[in-house]
């Protein structure tokens, strides 16, 4: 297959993004121009933005950009979906008009330069650019401490993640027709593209501040995407609820028949203690068992109603009829 000059989609979710999109806007079309003068991409390459239900002037600002540059187009969800949704809907609107997709948030966090290595790696021969953040000098020392502790505990739930990538990849075309078959609603992108397989490799950038507006990720919702992670992609939870349960219960057993030994020699004490030690160690465990367990009821309960993960209600172009 020819790879050369391949038709690039730059993915950009945007939600409420009003003032730093008119400030990454003109970057990113800079960025698509130098790789088509380097004559590395089709100048039929594009800019995707994919509107998130922004509440604010976010989607007109997409509008008036399309209407200025033909390399700008976007597409708008019919509501807020989040970032993993949006980012979604513009890979699956994507991969039947382009060749090559690199996801990349709107607000200049990501260096933008990295992209021409990504690119190069695809000309390279791989399917797959996982961009990679070389060091966490922007971050807290919070979210660097919990990030790493984060991604180990991913690697022993069994979840295969590259360590420090984000949602700024490249993926080609070829990856997004194989990716469209996975149909969960539950998502965390960066664990299920490492399953599709395919040949990949790591870029390496800086990240950087915001330019302007602010997080959309409070530590609440970072926290529902890291849990989302885990019980997405793995149910070793549920095997170690099994052998805590099977742990405790040996347990159980011994105490019983040292509490029997104690009756009949003779040797009872005034238990209240032991006792409500025990009683309250085995609720805590078993609804904590419980509630782990529900978490994945409700997943699979979500899973099989099978609701459309993305719905998108405007474009700034005419879609192709295939
Ligand atoms: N985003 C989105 N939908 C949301 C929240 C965020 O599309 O519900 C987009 C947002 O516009 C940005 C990217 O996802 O392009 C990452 O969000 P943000 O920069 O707020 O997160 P952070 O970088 O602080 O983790
Ligand atoms: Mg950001």
């Known amino acids: 297959m020819d790879r050369s000059q ?134 807290t020392f919070f979210k660097r401490f919990t990030a790493e502790a984060y991604y180990k505990l991913l690697k022993r739930m069994g979840v295969e993640v590259v360590f420090n990538h984000a949602d700024y990849r490249l993926i080609s075309s070829r990856v997004l027709q194989e990716f469209a078959n996975y149909h969960e609603v539950n998502l965390f992108l960066r664990g299920m593209i490492p399953l599709i397989g395919f040949p990949s490799t790591e870029v390496y950038y800086e990240r950087h501040e915001r330019l302007a507006g602010k997080s959309h990720y409070p530590l609440s919702k970072m926290l529902l995407l890291a849990f989302d992670g885990i019980t997405s992609l793995s149910i070793k939870p549920i095997r170690i609820i099994t052998g805590l349960g099977f742990i405790v219960t040996i347990l159980s057993i011994i105490a019983i028949i040292w509490a029997i030994i104690a009756q009949v020699t003779g040797h009872t004490v005034s238990g209240w203690a032991s006792l409500i030690c025990v009683i309250s160690f085995l609720g805590g465990s078993i609804l904590t068992a419980l509630g782990i367990i529900g978490e994945y009821v409700g997943k699979t309960y979500m899973e099989t109603k099978g609701r459309p993960r993305f719905i998108i209600s405007e474009r700034t172009y005419e879609k192709r009829n295939e």
């Open 6 to 139: 391949p038709k690039l989609y730059i993915i950009i979710p945007c939600y409420n993004e009003q003032d730093v999109l008119s400030i990454t806007a003109p970057q990113f079309l800079d960025k698509i121009s130098s790789l088509v003068a380097a004559g590395m991409i089709s100048d039929e390459s594009r800019v995707m933005f994919v509107n998130d239900g922004s509440a604010d002037e976010t989607w007109n600002i997409i509008c008036s950009l399309a209407q200025q540059d033909s390399h700008f187009i976007g597409i708008s969800q019919s509501r807020n979906r989040g970032h993993q949704n949006a980012v979604l809907a513009g890979l699956m609107e994507a991969k039947d008009m382009c060749d090559i997709t690199i996801s990349i948030d709107c607000d200049g966090q990501d260096d933008i330069n990295a992209m021409d290595e990504m690119v190069e790696q695809y000309l390279n021969g791989y399917e797959v650019v996982y961009g990679v953040r070389s060091k966490r000098d922007t971050d």
